[in-house]
């Protein structure tokens, strides 16, 4: 709704839990938001971290290391399918069997996608397997640049110029008294 209304500015998730949404449903959820925004989506993936989210699905939440491991998976099959190819992957956690879009994003090759989140593992899957990071709530100065130097090891790591992996930062406002 909110597409029809704005034209210009880009519209997206922020993020969203893995284990709430197939990936390759999402993605096919995903690829409609995109067609309805006039390509201007951007996806946010995260790990999830809200234990009455997995309550409410009847799911045990996992070790942080594991909901990482998940979410990597779900973003290479989200990304890969928005390029609009068809896919089949088989993971540990996930799979995707001759899955295509159809109809594709209008965006090409696809809608940027990032991974949100502020441990290293995190990081380490926003740079290796998407196109930016994203971390939010508090941060001091000091506590964000420590996160951008791992953010760097991690892309050098991935073999990948960190310039060209897009970082966002979201932070509480107080606005008044």
């Known amino acids: 709704a909110l597409a029809h209304v704005v034209e210009r500015p880009r519209l997206g998730t922020l993020v969203l839990c893995e284990a709430l949404r197939p990936p390759a449903v999402l993605a096919k959820a995903l690829a409609t938001l995109d067609r309805l925004t006039g390509g201007r989506l951007d996806v946010g993936l995260g790990a999830g971290w809200y234990e009455p989210e997995y309550e409410a699905i009847g799911m045990a939440m996992p070790r942080p290391g594991v909901r990482v491991d998940r979410l990597g998976e779900a973003a290479e099959i989200v990304a890969a399918l928005l ?26 090759p696809r809608p940027p996608v990032f991974i949100g989140g502020k441990g290293d593992r995190v990081i380490r899957a926003a740079v290796s397997r998407t196109d930016g990071w994203n971390t939010c709530w508090v941060w001091t ?28 930062l979201g932070l509480y406002t107080l606005v008044g008294e």
Request: glycine content about 6%.
């Open 83 to 108: 390029t609009g190819e068809p896919l089949t992957y088989t993971g540990t956690y996930h799979q995707a069997h001759h899955a295509v879009l159809d109809p594709p994003p209008l965006q090409m």
């Open 141 to 168: 100065p000091d506590a964000y640049r420590e996160r951008l130097t791992v953010f760097d090891a991690a892309a050098d790591e991935a073999g990948r110029d960190p310039d060209q992996v897009w970082r966002s």
